[in-house]
C-alpha cells in the first residue's frame, strides 16, 4: 500500500484527529458567540453549538460547562447591545395596546380566554379530539370568527409541536372539515430533546418577531417535563414560559393528557382532573377540559375571572360540529310550538324541573332522582346540564346545587 509522508493511507483514514488544547477553544468559543450574535442567531442555538463543538473538540470538555457558555453569550450580548451592534430579544413592535385576551368577553359575567403573557391549558385523555378542536378554533380566530359565542376577534397563531411530527398532524387533522394546508404551514416540529421549551418557545418568537403570532399552541407539553407528578417541577415549567409569553405579548395555549375515568371516579374539581400533578390546573390561566359524553365529548371551559362554560362537540361525517347545547338536547333551546312528540315531552320534562328549582333557595342541593323519579336518569342529568349552562345549577364538590340564575338566551 502506497506511503504518504511515512504513512499508510488507511493509517491516515482511520487516525483519531488531535483534540483542541483548551486555551485554544476558549477563544474559538469566544469568536465564534461574537460571529453567531452579530449573525442573528438567538442565545440558546449560540449555546447548544458551542457545546456540541466543546464536547466533540476540547482536550478538557468538563472545563467548558453549559453555564459557562451561557454566561459568557450573555456579556457578550449585553457588550454588542451596548455599542448598537446587534439589537435586544425583543419584539419589533409595541404590544401592550392589543387586547389582553385573544378571545374577548362574552359577558359581564363570563370571562375572555387565552390572556396574552399567561399559559392557558386544554387537557383530555387520547383520543378525544383536543388538538382537532383547538385547531378548528384557531382557524376560527385567523378567520375573524366568533368562538363559542363570544365575540368575533381576529388573531394569527402558530404550533409547536412535541409529541408528532407535522405529517402526522396533517393525518390527523384530515376529512374534518379544516383547510389542513392553513393549519401545518403554521406548525413547527421539534424533539424533547431540542432543550428547554422556555428557551424553544424564544426562539421561534425570535424568528417570527417580523410576524408574531397572537397565540402558541404547545401541542403535547407533557412530553417536555420530566417529572410531571411533582407540583415543584410544574410549577417552575410554567413559570419559566410565562416571563417569554410576557416579554413577546403572546397568548400561550398547552394540550396536555388527563385520565380516562368514569363518571363516578372524576374529581369534583376540573382544575384536578388533568394527568400528573394538580398542580397543572392551579397555575395554568383559562382551563380547557374535555370529557367523553357517549359519542360526543363534553367541553367545560373555566376561567379565574368568570363563570364557567360548557358545550360539546361531535363528529358529523367526518366534520367537526360544535354546540352549546348536549346532542339529543338541543330542542331544549327552542321555543317554537312546532315539535314532535319526542321533543314535547323533553320540553315538559325540562319546564318542570327548571320551574321547581327556581322555587330553590340558593345553595340547597337537588337530588333528582328523588325529585323527579318519572323523568328517565340521562335526561335529567342533559336538563341539569343545559340549567347549568343557564346558570341555574351547578356541579359542587360532586353536588348539584341551586344557584343564583343568569340566564343564557341560546
Known amino acids: 500500500m502506497s506511503e504518504v509522508w511515512g504513512h499508510t493511507a ?13 486555551p485554544r477553544m476558549r477563544e474559538y468559543v469566544g469568536e465564534h458567540i461574537t460571529w453567531m450574535l452579530l449573525d442573528g442567531h438567538h442565545d440558546s442555538e449560540i449555546v447548544a453549538s458551542m457545546r456540541k463543538s466543546v464536547v466533540d473538540c476540547c482536550e478538557v470538555p468538563s472545563a467548558i460547562s ?21 439589537q435586544p430579544i425583543r419584539p419589533n413592535e409595541d404590544r401592550s395596546g392589543l387586547s389582553p385576551y385573544i378571545v374577548p368577553r362574552k359577558d359581564s359575567n363570563t370571562a375572555g380566554m387565552f390572556p396574552r403573557g399567561k399559559v392557558s391549558l386544554i387537557a383530555g385523555s387520547s383520543g378525544t379530539g383536543k388538538t382537532i378542536l383547538f385547531c378548528h378554533w384557531l382557524e376560527d380566530l ?6 363559542l359565542e363570544h365575540p368575533a376577534a381576529t388573531a394569527d397563531y402558530r404550533i409547536i409541536i412535541l409529541d408528532r411530527t407535522v405529517d402526522g398532524l396533517h393525518q390527523s387533522l384530515e376529512h374534518t372539515g379544516l383547510d389542513v394546508d392553513e393549519v401545518t404551514v403554521r406548525a413547527e416540529q421539534i424533539g424533547s430533546f431540542d432543550g428547554d421549551p422556555a428557551d424553544i418557545l424564544e426562539r421561534f418568537l425570535y424568528k417570527w418577531r417580523e410576524e408574531l403570532p397572537d397565540l402558541v399552541f404547545l401541542e403535547g407539553i407533557d412530553f417536555a417535563v420530566g417529572d410531571m407528578n ?10 419559566k414560559i410565562e416571563p417569554v409569553a410576557r416579554l413577546w405579548g403572546v397568548a400561550v395555549v398547552a394540550s396536555i393528557g388527563s385520565p380516562k375515568q368514569k363518571a363516578k371516579q372524576e374529581y ?38 368568570g363563570r364557567d362554560e ?25 321555543k317554537t310550538l312546532n315539535v314532535d312528540a319526542q321533543r314535547a315531552d323533553k320540553m315538559q320534562s325540562y319546564e318542570e324541573m327548571k320551574a321547581e328549582i327556581e322555587k330553590f333557595q340558593t345553595g340547597r342541593r337537588i337530588s333528582a332522582s328523588g325529585l323527579w323519579p318519572h323523568i328517565p ?7 341539569l346540564q343545559r340549567l347549568e349552562l343557564e346558570g341555574l345549577v351547578a356541579k359542587i364538590t ?6 343564583a340564575a343568569q340566564v343564557i338566551e341560546g
Not at 488507511?10 to 483548551?22: A, M, V, W, Y
Open 377 to 383: 336518569s340521562k335526561l335529567r342529568i342533559q336538563i
Open 230 to 239: 411533582n407540583p415543584k417541577s410544574v410549577f417552575q415549567f410554567i413559570k
Open 268 to 305: 369534583s374539581l376540573a382544575r384536578d382532573q388533568i394527568i400528573g400533578s394538580s398542580a397543572w390546573g392551579r397555575v395554568t390561566d383559562t382551563l380547557i377540559l374535555i370529557k367523553e359524553d357517549g359519542d360526543a365529548r363534553h367541553i367545560v371551559i373555566k376561567s379565574r375571572t
Open 398 to 403: 360532586g353536588h348539584w346545587t341551586k344557584t
Open 310 to 334: 360548557q358545550a360539546w362537540f361531535w363528529f358529523d361525517e367526518g366534520r367537526v360540529v360544535i354546540s352549546p347545547n348536549c346532542p339529543g338536547l338541543e330542542s331544549l333551546n327552542t
Open 10 to 22: 488507511s493509517e491516515l483514514i482511520n487516525r483519531e484527529l488531535p483534540k483542541t488544547s483548551l
Open 142 to 147: 385567523r378567520q375573524g370568527q366568533p368562538v
Open 66 to 86: 453549559e453555564a459557562d457558555i451561557k454566561k459568557q453569550v450573555r456579556m457578550i450580548r449585553e457588550k454588542l447591545e451596548a455599542a448598537g451592534r446587534i
